[in-house]
């Protein structure tokens, strides 16, 4: 087995020194006299001691690393969004630390503080709620910070987000437009942003068609997940034949395909009894077994661009403009939702 790691105090006792002059011989050594660095530098050959790169770049300030804090590391959604992250900061050569808050502002907060402690050098986030005084005091002790998939109203804050209500308003239009009036709405926590708007959007898309909010019947979930999908669709399946819904619209395509399996699981055909739309255009989405309909996000270009414009604040931090960029969703419509109703449903 391999022995105890040789460490900056065996070094200092080796050469007669303080940890401090190890300290200044490996970080600064232009300020140690000469014949001291030469003790130090043959007790470190001696020992066989190997600098820890990182320790050394806290101990100047931050390090060349950044931190990922994402809602849902199980949903293909933000492993996109990852993978544009990646694809950029390694061409920087920065790793970027991985970290899920799986929706819990608890977590989300020991998490940031974790990448504090780490002295990263960046922060990119999808913020469970309203995170902005906790990612103002990170900004203030010198952490970047930003907003990936939710729109900031900071003008010393980048972002990168999506449309999220132009994106309910495609999804809508498509379904009142296939002769859909009784329409669900599935989607939840209630507090995460992206839901919110993306049900503005739909309620908006009611409006220009001039029908009341009454004809979009709204349940609620706990997560953005296939199980919860799963269970919307039993509560659906529940309501009175004479006025269940003939068209969902769900918050991700996680939850549209756990509608989807609910639905045909009870022998509710898709589209021709209930049509399906989803949200983010994951790789699922066109393989299901009925090929989802979703509104389509630029998922590693929203990674790709907030990674850019984190490592562009960081090598020009004089000059660095700060930029709330948003990208415009698309529909894409497939099988699940390709019926038109010749009455009033």
Do not use: W
């Not at 309501?239 to 068209?247: E, F, H, K």
């Amino acid at each position: 087995m391999p022995g105890p790691a040789i460490s900056i105090r065996d070094v200092a006792s080796r050469a007669g020194v303080s940890v401090g002059t190890v300290s200044n011989v490996l970080n600064r050594p232009d300020i140690v006299a000469a014949g001291t660095r030469s003790k130090v530098l043959a007790a470190i050959n001696e020992l066989g001691f190997v600098p820890n790169d990182a320790a050394r770049q806290l101990r100047r300030g931050r390090g060349r690393t950044l931190g990922l804090v994402v809602l849902d590391v199980a949903n293909p959604f933000f492993t996109d969004v990852a993978r544009g992250v990646e694809d950029a900061t390694s061409a920087a050569g920065m790793p970027v630390i991985f970290c899920n808050s799986d929706g819990d502002a608890t977590k989300e907060s020991a998490y940031l503080d974790l990448l504090e402690e780490q002295r990263v050098q960046g922060v990119l986030i999808t913020p469970v709620d309203d995170a902005s005084e906790r990612l103002v005091r990170l900004r203030e002790r010198g952490v970047l910070v930003i907003l990936l998939d939710r729109y900031s109203r900071r003008s010393d804050i980048c972002s990168v987000s999506v449309n999220d209500r132009l994106g309910g308003e495609l999804a809508l239009r498509h379904l009142i437009e296939a002769g859909h009036r009784r329409i669900a709405f599935v989607g939840g926590p209630a507090h995460l942003e992206q839901v919110r708007d993306r049900q503005l959007g739909a309620v908006a898309a009611l409006t220009e068609a001039g029908l009341s909010e009454r004809h979009l019947r709204r349940f609620d979930t706990p997560s953005l997940t296939a199980a919860a999908g799963r269970d919307a669709a039993a509560r659906v399946l529940g309501m009175p034949r004479s006025s269940r819904v003939t068209a969902v619209f769900c918050a991700n395509d996680l939850l549209a395909l756990g509608v989807l399996q609910g639905l045909t699981r009870q022998r509710v055909r898709v589209p021709d009894d209930i049509a399906l739309v989803g949200y983010d255009d994951i790789e699922f989405a066109a393989a299901a077994a009925v090929p989802l309909s979703s509104v389509r996000q630029p998922r590693q270009r929203l990674g790709h661009t907030a990674a850019d414009l984190l490592l562009d604040e960081a090598a020009h931090p004089d000059s660095h403009r700060h930029r709330q960029v948003v990208f415009e969703p698309e529909l894409v419509v497939r099988e699940s939702s390709q019926y038109t109703r010749t009455s009033g449903g």
